[in-house]
Structures are given as structure tokens and as C-alpha cells.
């Protein structure tokens, strides 16, 4: 491994964590690892690739389980030392599917048991790893230990004397399904595609010992399943490196709230003492607002069915019952417009689209601080609609800002990067184009 730019170290209050040897500088690329482990999520389990985790139309199958999906033969060749355990296993189960952590588990077990595979060059081990049962909540624990059985149920096909076989290779502390599982959950990072929508789900032990932050100093990116993180800020020698484990564009008890639920602590960081942006996000009048607060659960779930029909509908009506009356800063109302721009998207309306995108932006400007990939991403998104509608001047600008932002969260080389510079060219050589024209 190069010389690392980070090292382990005990933070106060905090357990364990990473800080920077030297200095860093904003947009520097701090590590980049691959998963000891990972997995695509049943939900996409038909449109990405579980080798590259590309997504594509259409993909080949993998012809015993019918389960696993490849690129071509080539991605299909290189993922079957890791696929061949679990291909049985999957055979013993279906019609049914293993859900995403015990997928996760089982892979982790795999690799443990290969011999090229091993955590042991990570800073972090999995025997160190937090698995959290002694301060959870009995349901949640309930709610492992039947992951736990199913992972059990699902591994006695491939690995009758599995837990022989595990007594050798796991650390002590994962040979117990439970505490392996609770570990797993606790631990495991979501992957993410170019869009920033979830495709799987994978365990890096070094970086597990990142600590949280509601304004952190870094932020990760992937590219297939390679993670890199990178700093948003100049980082001093010693700083401790932090990320932040939840979307950081919420409330300050909601934010608390899901750590403590997720991940069992409470959060402390100068956002949360200091309730910073809450007063903002909370702007004009509550009982205009409170309306678009209460209808937020039922626009989530006609998104998560896609019915963008019905969501479109209820998110005009309930932005133009609300009118002019609370600001675009208002969060209820910026993750309705949101869902507005979601919807008119997926039904291809991009005049209307496009107003929705260009109202959000100020508000992401003022929420993101510092360069976050998801105000990258909206960035991107407005600007592809404005150059479609042929808005060419606005687009430009637009790009130009995401560039601003993209260089920092994913570095020079990342295709967002040459797809962006691509978008500003065909910008410049169409403004050319017209002002030749009008001549």
C-alpha cells in the first residue's frame, strides 16, 4: 500500500478513528479500496451487473441460480470464484431471495475462507468491529437474529460443516451468525451509482473507522464498486477525518434520531449543538408547512410504487396550495419540489422539469456549504435540461458550477468529470455555432 495519508487513533468521546498524518488539501483523493465484500441489492438485482455493478438493459443470467446477472461472459468468468459458493446457496433458496445483509454475510464468509481474501492488511479488523447488541433495542435485535437464522438456513447448502470451517478462519467474535450479522448491518456501506441511487451494499474495514459528522470533512464516491474518499475541506496534520453516515439535508433531531436508530450514538458535532440551518429549514408559516410536512409518507410511497402520474398530482397541488407563502428554503417544501422534478422526469415533461430544478437550486447552495456530490449531481441534472430545451447560456453556467463542485467530490478522473467537460464543450461550440449563424 502507498504511504497512507491517514492513521488509526483513539478519539475522544468517539472510540476509534482516522486522522490525517499530514496535510491534506480540499479535493485530495485520501483512499481509495475496493470491498472485502459487496453485493448488488435485490431491488436492482435484475439491472446492474454483479460483477461492475454497471447498470445496463440487458445482462446475461447466470443459467443455475437465475439469479445473478452479468454484462457478458467476460464479467460473468471474473465474478465466479466469488459467485460459485453462493450460487448454491441461492439454488437452495428460491423461489425465495437471501435479503441484502445476509447476501452480505454470507460473501463476507467466502472471502474470509479464501485464502486471498483476508482483513488482516486493514487497519481495522472485523474481530474489532462494533457489532452494538448490548445497546440495542430487544425489537431490532429480534429483528437480527431471524437475519441470523435465514443466513444460517441459506449457508447449510454449500457449507454443511460450516461452522467448523468458520472456527478456523472467522475471528471469535464472527463465528456467533447473531453478532456476525449485527456487525455486518452496522458496518456496511451503501454503493452508489453516477446518480447517487443506491445499486449495493459493501464492507470496507479500514473505513468503518470513520466517525460521523453532520458537516464532515470528507465524502465518499464510487466508481463500480471502488470507493474513494476525499476531502471537501484543507484538512491539518492530526484532524480527525469524519463523513457523514446519513443525507445531512434534515432537521437536527430527525438527524439524531436516525443515528441513534441506526447506528447507536448520539451525535455531538457543532451542526447538532448549534442546531444549525434548523431555523431556515423551518422558514414562513408553520401552518402552511405543517400540510406539506404530513403529505411527505404517502409522496414516498408513490414514489417508492413509481407512480409519478399520482405524485406529480399531489406534489402541484400541494405547491400551488402553498404558493408564494413559504420560501424554496422551506425543507418540506424543497423535498416536494424534489419529488416534482423526480416525476416530471420519469414522464419525460422537461419544460416543467426544468422550472423545478432551477427553483431548488438556491436553496442547495445555501444547505451545502461545502462541495457535497449531491449538489453536484442537481447541478448536472438542471443543466442537462436546460441545454435539451436549448437554454444554452443558463446550461453553461450551471455546468460550470457543477464543475466547481465535481472536481472536489470526485476528482479529475471520474466519468462524471469527462461527461461534464463533454457537456460544456458541446455548450461553447453551440453558442459558437449560433452566433456564426446570426452574422
Known amino acids: 500500500m502507498m504511504a497512507l495519508m491517514l492513521e488509526r487513533f483513539v478519539s475522544p468521546g468517539k472510540g476509534n478513528g482516522l486522522r490525517a498524518t499530514g496535510r491534506i488539501r480540499k479535493g485530495e483523493l485520501v483512499i481509495s479500496t475496493e470491498p472485502l465484500a459487496c453485493c448488488v441489492s435485490n431491488r436492482l438485482a435484475k439491472e446492474v451487473c454483479h ?31 466469488g459467485h460459485k459458493r453462493e450460487c448454491k446457496c441461492l439454488q437452495s433458496l428460491l423461489p425465495r431471495l437471501p435479503t441484502d445483509s445476509v447476501c452480505l454475510a454470507a460473501r463476507l464468509i467466502f472471502a474470509l475462507l479464501s485464502p486471498s481474501k483476508s482483513s488482516s492488511e486493514e487497519l481495522y479488523t472485523l474481530e474489532e ?10 425489537q431490532k435485535k429480534q429483528g437480527l437474529s431471524q437475519l441470523a437464522s435465514m443466513l444460517e438456513l441459506y449457508l447449510q447448502q454449500e457449507v454443511p460443516d460450516l461452522l467448523q470451517e468458520m472456527g478456523s478462519a472467522l475471528p ?60 471537501v475541506r484543507d484538512i491539518d496534520p492530526e484532524d480527525e477525518l469524519t463523513i457523514s453516515y446519513i443525507e445531512t439535508l434534515s432537521l437536527t433531531e430527525d438527524r439524531q434520531r436516525q443515528l441513534e436508530e441506526q447506528y447507536h450514538f448520539t451525535c455531538h458535532c457543532q451542526r447538532c449543538d448549534s442546531r444549525d440551518k434548523d431555523g431556515l429549514m423551518l422558514s414562513g408559516e408553520e401552518g402552511k408547512w405543517r400540510l406539506l410536512k404530513e403529505a411527505l409518507p404517502r409522496l414516498e410511497g408513490l414514489k417508492a410504487e413509481s407512480n409519478w402520474e399520482m405524485l406529480l398530482e399531489s406534489c402541484r397541488h400541494l405547491l400551488s396550495s402553498v404558493g408564494g407563502e413559504i420560501p424554496e428554503e422551506n425543507l418540506y417544501k424543497l423535498r416536494i419540489t424534489d419529488m416534482a422534478l423526480d416525476a416530471t422526469v420519469h414522464l419525460g415533461r422537461w419544460e416543467e422539469a426544468m422550472s423545478y430544478g432551477v427553483t431548488t437550486l438556491p436553496a442547495y447552495r445555501q444547505y451545502y456549504p461545502d462541495p457535497h456530490p449531491v ?65
Open 172 to 231: 471469535p467474535s464472527c463465528q456467533e451468525p447473531l453478532s456476525l450479522i449485527a456487525k455486518v448491518t452496522c458496518n456496511c456501506f451503501t454503493i452508489s451509482d453516477g446518480e447517487l441511487q443506491e445499486i449495493g451494499v459493501g464492507l470496507y474495514p479500514s473505513l468503518s473507522l470513520l466517525n460521523h459528522d453532520c458537516r464532515p470533512n470528507c465524502v465518499m464516491v464510487f466508481e463500480g464498486t471502488k470507493l474513494e474518499l476525499r476531502a
Open 129 to 138: 468491529h462494533e457489532s452494538h447488541l448490548t445497546s440495542m433495542p430487544e
Open 51 to 81: 460483477h461492475c455493478f454497471t447498470r445496463r438493459e440487458s445482462l446475461l443470467r447466470c443459467s443455475q441460480c437465475k439469479t445473478a446477472r452479468y454484462c457478458n461472459t467476460a464479467c460473468q468468468k471474473q465474478a465466479w470464484s
Open 375 to 439: 449538489h453536484g449531481i442537481q447541478l448536472m441534472r438542471v443543466g442537462k435540461l436546460q441545454h435539451y430545451l436549448e437554454n444554452i447560456e443558463d446550461a453553461l453556467d450551471t455546468f460550470k458550477q457543477a464543475y466547481g463542485i465535481v472536481k472536489f467530490t470526485h476528482g479529475e478522473d471520474h466519468p462524471l468529470m469527462t461527461e461534464l467537460t463533454m457537456k460544456m464543450k458541446e455548450c461553447h461550440s453551440e453558442m459558437d455555432h449560433h452566433s456564426s449563424s446570426r452574422h
